[in-house]
């Protein structure tokens, strides 16, 4: 099966903790995205990734960190400085051509005890 | 920065009736325009993208136009069924940019009861 993968689907850790995201796909895509999304609210970006050992902040990166050392990987750390972490993080990708759109993962719920 | 508005936030019909969501975007210069369709606690799924030439799609008893000069597009879903029932978000893709970045709007949440 190709797709994107999100691991783990609910997530809960403690107040002051770093903890990783996960985010793999298997569809050859050069480009790879992180969102947040809160109740009642859009998708914001974080992070994105157009190639391996390349990525640059989006709208809300403060808090969080990112690494691609591989075409089909693209985790997520969420550190203890993000003040409110507790939220549904997605990943998508995109291949480098048509169509153009952006597949998405099945999202990781995150919540801060 | 553009920014994307979606009216209405929530909309409750009974089963069959046709139905109108819209999108607003602030910035006209728009490389092209998706409706996704996200269920409860999942990822998104694309339903129609509309490139910026373009003035309409349709996929089924899904059909969206987009008015690029004015700002807007509208989702029209003919018929509607319960197994309809989700949140729809619009999201545009910038012009002039090679990165392929959204802003996607707040989305509309959709109920539709038998």
């Known amino acids: 099966d190709g797709g994107i993968t999100q691991s783990p689907k609910y997530l809960f850790r403690k107040e002051g903790q770093n903890v990783t995201l996960s985010c793999e796909q298997n569809l050859n895509h050069d480009a790879m995205y992180w969102y947040r999304q809160d109740p009642g609210q859009g998708l914001r970006l974080i992070y994105y990734s157009q190639i391996v050992n390349d990525f640059q902040k989006g709208d809300i990166a403060e808090g969080y960190s990112v690494s691609r050392e591989k075409k089909e990987s693209f985790p997520l750390t969420v550190t203890s400085a993000q003040k409110n972490p507790t939220a549904f993080y997605l990943c998508?990708?995109?291949?480098?051509?048509?169509?153009?759109?952006?597949?998405f993962g099945p999202g990781t719920r995150l919540t801060v005890l | 920065k553009q920014e994307v508005t979606q009216i209405p936030a929530a909309l409750s019909v009974p089963e069959g009736e046709n139905l109108v969501l819209n999108c607003s975007f602030t910035d006209s210069a728009i490389y092209n325009l998706q409706w996704f369709r996200q269920d409860p606690g999942k990822g998104l799924t694309s339903l129609l993208l509309i490139q910026s030439s373009q003035r309409e799609q349709t996929s089924g008893r899904l059909n969206a136009s987009l008015d690029k000069s004015s700002g807007r597009s509208t989702l029209y879903i003919a018929a509607s069924q319960p197994g309809d029932s989700a949140t729809y978000l619009c999201?545009?893709?910038?012009?002039?940019?090679?990165?392929?970045?959204?802003?996607f709007g707040r989305g509309t949440q959709l109920t539709v009861w038998p």
């Open positions: 998508a990708s995109r291949p480098g051509g048509s169509p153009d759109t952006q597949y």
């Open positions: 999201a545009v893709r910038q012009g002039g940019s090679t990165l392929g970045r959204l802003y």
